[in-house]
């Protein structure tokens, strides 16, 4: 993971999105704790460790091998930084005991996930139609779609791609793989841009369709569902939650729960006695953050990312 929407040009160096705008709204402190749940290649997480001292300590999760080596030869020698493999799912339990005085998320994927064409992910690159964030883990999408059913697709589609034309797209890739496995990413582009009748401006048909199934493969929006409570739970009284959101899908999940978070349950409003549930539990930390022009004509991958961040209550 790591702040790239899916499948544009992505060519060159990973550029961290709203660096600064996310290391301010961490408000971080040199003595701080803080948890980068997505490393990626570290944009973010270097930028964390400039603004720390010493006595500052830092926790790197990222569910891809690739990630964490990249992160152990970056900073396997800082003795401020821990790193932990596995999805920000279980972030609880791969951070361990004590409080966090910030968490960052940045979701998406990163640029050398989309440059490496044997992980499948992009269709500008032909190579294995893979799609796992970590590829010792589950079923690749070639797998999924060798035994899916077209309904089972074609909700898929629409759901996590809001294409219109998924119920067209899945059609087709049933009558293709009944020809012959579809494996690669060329093959599966392919038999999108010929089902699809209309090609919108700009964007390849096969765009929505490789968001979906990348979505699918890594259940990315259960996975940020069970994180965000455990992140909450982990963070010390004044601490920040910060999330960088690239597609409608996930910034909605971020902004009902931290809506929701903030807000507590609406019975006990104004009632003396209220249950600790009950209470609010974050508070709202200035309106949703969107890259300026000039941070989009420097990086175009920062077109659709919004940045929402929420600091802890005291219990």
């Known amino acids: 993971m790591g702040g790239v929407p899916a ?13 600064d705008t996310a290391l301010e ?26 603004r720390l001292g010493d006595k500052g300590a830092l926790l790197a999760i990222d569910r891809d091998p690739e990630a964490v ?12 930084v821990r790193l932990r493999h596995g999805p920000f799912s279980e972030i609880a339990e791969l951070a361990g005991a004590g409080l966090a005085d910030g968490i960052l998320f940045d979701l998406g994927v990163s640029s050398p996930q989309l440059d490496d064409a044997r992980r499948g992910f992009s269709f500008l690159r032909d190579g294995p139609l893979d799609m796992r964030m970590d590829p010792g883990q589950g079923e690749s999408a070639a797998q999924w779609l060798a035994r899916a059913t077209e309904r089972e697709m074609a909700t898929v589609i629409a759901r996590f791609g809001e294409e219109r034309h998924a119920r067209r797209i899945a059609r087709a890739i ?19 841009a010929a089902a699809v009748p209309r090609r919108e401006p700009g964007r390849h048909p096969a765009t929505r369709t490789f968001q979906a199934l990348r979505i699918h493969v890594n259940d990315e929006l259960g996975e940020l569902t069970r994180a965000l409570p455990q992140a909450v739970a982990m963070l010390a009284p004044g601490g ?24 507590g349950d609406p019975v006990w409003a104004g009632l003396p006695g209220a249950p600790a549930a ?16 000039a941070e989009i004509a ?9 940045l929402r961040a929420a600091e802890r209550l005291a219990a």
Do not use: M
């Not at 420097?298 to 919004?306: K, L, T």
């Open 7 to 19: 499948n544009g040009d992505h060519g060159g160096q990973h550029a961290p999105v709203l660096l």
């Open 25 to 50: 709204a961490l408000a971080i402190r040199p003595d701080g704790r803080y948890v980068d749940a997505t490393f990626g290649r570290g944009g973010h997480a270097a930028g964390i460790l400039e």
């Open 69 to 80: 080596a990249a992160a152990a030869a970056l900073f396997g020698a800082d003795p401020r």
């Open 174 to 192: 049933v009558a293709a793989r009944a020809e012959a496995p579809i494996v690669t990413t060329g093959a599966l582009a392919a038999v999108i």
């Open 240 to 263: 920040r939650l910060v999330a960088i959101s690239f597609h409608s899908l996930e910034d909605r999940i971020v902004k009902r729960f931290l809506r929701e978070a903030a807000r």
């Open 278 to 293: 009950a209470r609010p539990r974050l508070r709202l930390v200035g309106p949703p953050v969107f890259a300026d022009a």
């Open 298 to 306: 420097r990086n175009p991958r920062a077109r659709s990312a919004v």
